[in-house]
C-alpha cells in the first residue's frame, strides 16, 4: 500500500520560511518523480514544483521560483520543499505526489497523492 504522509506545514508570517516533507512508503522511491501542488480555498489544485527521480531536474510554477526548492533523499524516502520569502498568497493547502518515471507538472499525470498539510501565511 503507497502512503505519502506530509508534514511541516503550519503558521508564519509573511517573509517567513517553512519545509515541508513528504515521507514515501510501499513504493521503490527512486523509480518515482515527486511533485508538490496546492490548493487554496475555492480554488483548483495547481502545480507548484517537481523532481526527478535523481532529482538532477526540476521544475517550478514561476510564482515560486526562486523562493522555494525542492529536493529528495532517496535513501530516506523523502521529497522536501523548502519555502522561503513567504507571502499571503501562498496559503494553501500542499499535497505532495509520486509519478511513475519522469518528471511531471500535471495533475492528471500523478499515481499516488499525500493528504496534504495546510501552510498559512498571515500578513
Known amino acids: 500500500q503507497v502512503q505519502l504522509v506530509e508534514s511541516g506545514g503550519g503558521l508564519v508570517q509573511a517573509g517567513g520560511s517553512l519545509r515541508l516533507s513528504c515521507a514515501a512508503s510501499g513504493l521503490t522511491f527512486s523509480n518515482y518523480g515527486m511533485g508538490w501542488f496546492r490548493q487554496a480555498p475555492g480554488k483548483e489544485r495547481d502545480f507548484v514544483a517537481a523532481?526527478?527521480?535523481?532529482?538532477?531536474?526540476?521544475y517550478y510554477t514561476d510564482s515560486v521560483k526562486g523562493r522555494f526548492t525542492i529536493s529528495r533523499d532517496n535513501a530516506k524516502n523523502t521529497v522536501y520543499l523548502q519555502m522561503n520569502s513567504l507571502k499571503p498568497e501562498d496559503t494553501a493547502v500542499y499535497y505532495c505526489?509520486?509519478?511513475?518515471?519522469?518528471?511531471?507538472?500535471?495533475?492528471?499525470?500523478?499515481?499516488?497523492w499525500g493528504q496534504g498539510t495546510q501552510v498559512t501565511v498571515s500578513s
Open positions: 505526489a509520486a509519478v511513475l518515471a519522469g518528471i511531471a507538472t500535471l495533475r492528471d499525470e500523478y499515481d499516488y
Open positions: 523532481i526527478s527521480w535523481s532529482g538532477g531536474n526540476t
